[in-house]
């Protein structure tokens, strides 16, 4: 039971954080009966199964170690906390999204593994169709070429995406094999993926590092080196944006201690006015409610962030490109639209818009014109090329919070650079931490947008209590950071030993002799695991993301099924986290391109009736 009246236990604080896992919930809510608590735990709180576990045991049993690594070389410990890392910044997002609530949630609750089960939009639409994720090293599975390649000192990332780009990039290198038919298109590359791959190697390998970047720069295709965490001071955007935490770097002052020295966004004002205070519109079970959010997002970070942005109650206005946005085509999906689309802009409004014609600017300021929130992940300075530059976005809307996200930042020493995920972790020391028997990878899963759309998140929760302000986020940012607290984290340290079926996790703690592990290797996952364990030792199995779908758990507190226009079921995720009074029913979902008009008002489509599998009538609009 808590209390009601209990103002002789109220302590002096605002929120309480804690863990179910180590503590007495009861006994927190009743000593601080006024303050808003937050529980950060395994699972949700004092009614999820089983024992608490580390940032690197939920890794290996929630698909993650999995999906990290070399195909050819078995599975890969990252050793980035991610996990708590980002349940840190969900928790941080929802305290400041409890406050714009007109009667703040008493209770909120975000599960360890219910986050690291969200960072895997990439890789549960294969799962769902009962196909296994394999793992890919630093190339993509939808493009080519996208790889790490040797240069004469060190390493490259190269990652391109278009076929214009791919142009680019031939005709630079000038080597005749390149114009093998082989490579004449994106599915064509990534077939001969390992041809490919081997000639853009042989140029790289005749370069500096610098002059390969220098001249990818130059034809704008996203590239970077591969940096160490404590080399960072020597990354010129890194001690550009961070003079201080490079200079502690220097000196060789630790990871940890240089991390509070990084900033994770940046926050101003958008004309150099003064700020001013928005009426407060949030209920206590919609925090959001009666926010407008104009998303220009593409990918993942600004979709993500506004995903969640519309579960805690804001209506989200995506505006999307005639064609509608690149990811929606990628693969597995359904009737035009792919899965991972559908994850991550459920809940959103959709209209397509020219931004280079006269009519999509118009509408484009309209919308503008009376939204609290603008949000995007362009380019750096494409706005401002299409007419919509700080100055201008001040004039349309003096109360505006706008959010610019993007890979190296507003103020960079790299303007207008292009970046993506895999670029980002390298220069950033994510991958240094995360070492192979083949040298530095990336996480499986897009850390870089991930964290990157985590931040943002927080970032305008943190900002929308005051209007007229400019937030720039940049990836590198909070990667660089998360890269900082490698090895951080009790219970984290450990190794991978390969079994007979599969890796299993065992915790540099454990005492096990060499004969032991010996034997253990002829045994299957779930078997080793145990009888590790009950010798003392920590040991956990890596699970595939496929056989996450058999988890009670998973089943229970992680999936929700929608239905789209035409009745059919979608498999969403449900949030990460938990509000008390707020129920998150399964969102709607993203109209088919053909389906949403051009340049018209979001009310404008004619409604239609679909007959659902169970015979309810469903009403909608071909924009909603």
């Known amino acids: 039971m808590y209390p009601e009246d209990c103002a002789q236990f109220a302590g002096p604080y605002d929120v309480v954080l804690f863990s179910s896992d180590e503590n007495d919930a009861a006994a927190i809510a009743a000593e601080h009966c006024s303050a808003v608590l937050c529980d950060i735990a395994t699972g949700f709180g004092p009614n999820s199964d089983g024992p608490s576990l580390s940032d690197a045991e939920i890794q290996a049993l929630f698909g993650l170690t999995d999906v990290t690594g070399f195909a050819e070389h078995g599975a890969t410990a990252t050793q980035i906390p991610v996990v708590e890392i980002s349940a840190a910044l969900y928790a941080a997002a929802l305290i400041s999204a409890s406050r714009l609530a007109g009667k703040p949630p008493r209770r909120i609750g975000v599960s360890l593994v219910a986050t690291a089960v969200a960072?895997?939009?990439?890789?549960?639409?294969?799962?769902?169709?009962?196909?296994?994720?394999?793992?890919?090293?630093?190339?993509?599975?939808?493009?080519?070429?996208?790889?790490?390649?040797?240069?004469r000192d060190g390493h490259v990332l190269i990652c391109?995406?278009?076929?214009?780009?791919?142009?680019?990039?031939?005709?630079?290198?000038?080597?005749?094999?390149?114009?093998?038919?082989?490579?004449a298109t994106s599915p064509d590359r990534i077939a001969a993926v390992d041809a490919l791959d081997a000639l853009i190697a042989k140029w790289t390998a005749s370069l500096a590092t610098s002059k390969c970047v220098a001249v990818c720069e130059a034809i704008q295709i996203p590239a970077g080196p591969i940096?160490?965490?404590?080399?960072?001071?020597?990354?010129?955007?890194?001690?550009?944006?961070?003079?201080?935490?490079?200079?502690?770097?220097?000196?060789?002052?630790?990871?940890?201690?240089?991390?509070a020295n990084v900033d994770l966004f940046r926050l101003s004002f958008l004309n150099g006015g003064a700020a001013q205070i928005p009426r407060r519109t949030g209920t206590a079970t919609q925090p959001l409610s009666g926010w407008k959010v104009i998303e220009l997002g593409q990918f993942t970070a600004v979709p993500l962030a506004t995903r969640h942005l519309a579960s805690l109650g804001a209506t989200i206005v995506k505006v999307e490109a005639p064609s509608g946005e690149t990811s929606r085509r990628w693969q597995p999906g359904m009737d035009g639209t792919s899965y991972y689309f559908a994850q991550t802009n459920a809940g959103k409004r959709c209209e397509r818009l020219d931004l280079t014609a006269h009519e999509g600017k118009t509408r484009l300021e309209e919308l503008i014109s009376d939204a609290h929130i603008l949000v995007e992940n362009m380019r750096p300075g494409s706005l401002e090329k299409l007419g919509f530059g700080v100055e201008r976005l001040a004039r349309i809307n003096p109360n505006l919070l706008y959010c610019s996200v993007s890979g190296f930042g507003l103020a960079t020493a790299y303007p207008g650079r292009p970046a993506f995920d895999t670029v980002i972790q390298a220069m950033s020391g994510a991958?240094?931490?995360?070492?192979?028997?083949?040298?530095?990878?990336?996480?499986?899963?897009?850390?870089?947008?991930?964290?990157?759309?985590?931040?943002?998140?927080?970032?305008?929760?943190?900002?929308?209590?005051?209007?007229?302000?400019?937030?720039d986020v940049a990836m590198q940012d909070v990667t660089a950071w998360a890269a900082l607290l490698a090895g951080e984290g009790e219970g984290n340290a450990g190794y991978l030993l390969e079994v007979l079926d599969g890796p299993i996790w065992i915790a540099d703690e454990s005492i096990v002799d060499e004969a032991e592990l010996l034997f253990v290797t002829t045994l299957p996952r779930a078997h080793a695991a145990c009888r590790l364990r009950s010798a003392g030792n920590r040991v956990q199995p890596v699970r595939r993301v496929d056989e996450l779908l058999f988890d009670p758990a998973f089943q229970r507190d992680m999936i929700l099924t929608a239905s789209d226009e035409d009745g059919r079921g979608w498999p969403l995720l449900h949030p990460p986290y938990r509000i008390n009074g707020v129920d998150f029913p399964p969102p709607s979902l993203p109209p088919r391109v053909d389906r949403m008009s051009l340049y018209g008002p979001l009310d404008s489509a004619p409604t239609r009736e679909t007959v659902l599998p169970d015979g309810r009538r469903h009403s909608h609009g071909s924009n909603i």
């Open 227 to 259: 940096v160490a965490p404590e080399d960072l001071w020597r990354e010129p955007n890194f001690a550009f944006r961070h003079p201080e935490a490079a200079a502690k770097l220097e000196a060789s002052v630790s990871g940890s201690a240089v991390a």
């Open 160 to 183: 391109t995406t278009t076929d214009a780009q791919w142009a680019r990039l031939r005709e630079t290198i000038g080597d005749s094999a390149l114009e093998d038919p082989r490579f």
């Open 431 to 471: 991958m240094v931490a995360t070492p192979s028997s083949r040298g530095p990878v990336k996480l499986g899963i897009s850390a870089a947008d991930i964290l990157g759309a985590q931040v943002t998140l927080f970032a305008i929760l943190a900002g929308v209590w005051s209007t007229n302000r400019l937030v």
């Open 119 to 151: 960072m895997l939009t990439t890789f549960l639409p294969k799962a769902f169709l009962g196909h296994r994720s394999g793992r890919v090293g630093n190339r993509h599975t939808a493009a080519a070429p996208w790889n790490g390649y040797p240069t």
